[in-house]
């Protein structure tokens, strides 16, 4: 189990061939990688800015992965969120999850995400053509994030 | 006795204020992070746009989220922010 946030980019395969080879209890690893988009809410984005609350970031995320873990039988899982300035098609953020079978891996590497979206205290503030913006927060993330309550597990 | 909490300001709120943290004695009558807002938006034109209700404020209390009746305790971390937007 781990997170990080770093200004630094992530090599996906290194993550995942170590997290692979942790055990071999492990049947699935699953991933999520975000990346930067060039459009959004149909201006373009030449860069963006990532801002985040140190000491409340690590432990927001710490406390997702623990939650996750509760729900599903899961063996590990690895956060890595980029802060400082990106570009369009960089990488910003990773979700490892690690399983004996691939259902919970799946759903655990979604609800992860989910909860990153609205819990983890990240603010994007875009470079347009039109200027800097900050990034609105979508009420779809909020939906995304509650249909994880009223789903049971199985 | 005196509460002294610290306070951090993010994002928006931290550009519109133009500053990040400062330590504020709490008043006998502020209690909640709602009676800080409260608090907060008297202090004039832009912490009343900020704090007055009509904008989206998450708080956090010592690195947890927090709703808006949660109780302040002295020495407590608070922090102010808008709806995150990572991921």
């Known amino acids: 189990m781990g997170v990080r946030v770093q200004t630094e980019d992530f090599d996906v395969g290194a993550e995942i061939t170590a997290m692979r080879l942790s055990s071999a209890n492990i049947g699935a690893v699953v991933s999520f990688i975000g990346q930067v988009r060039d459009l959004n809410d149909g201006d373009n984005v030449d860069s963006m800015f990532l801002e985040h609350y140190p000491g409340m970031t690590e432990k927001a995320l710490v406390e997702i992965i623990a939650q996750a873990k509760v729900r599903w039988s899961i063996t590990d899982a690895l956060i890595v969120h980029r802060i400082g300035e990106l570009k369009p098609q960089d990488q910003i953020v990773l979700v490892l999850v690690a399983s004996a079978h691939r259902q919970e891996a799946f759903a655990a590497c979604e609800c992860i995400m989910d909860h990153l979206k609205t819990d983890a205290p990240f603010w994007k503030k875009e470079q347009t053509q039109h200027g800097l913006r900050w990034v609105e927060a979508k009420a779809s993330d909020e939906d995304a994030r509650h249909r994880w309550k009223s789903t049971t597990k199985n | ?87």
């Open chain 2, 1 to 87: 006795m005196i509460h002294l909490i610290k306070v951090f300001y993010f994002a928006r709120l931290k550009e519109s204020l133009n500053y990040s943290t400062e330590d504020i004695e709490l008043p006998v009558n502020v209690k909640t992070i709602a009676q800080l807002k409260v608090h907060l938006a008297e202090r004039g034109e832009t912490w009343a746009d900020l704090f007055g209700g009509q904008q989206s404020i998450r708080a956090a209390i010592n690195h947890a989220l927090v709703d808006n009746d949660a109780i302040i305790n002295s020495g407590d971390e608070v922090a102010f922010f808008p709806p995150v937007t990572g991921g």
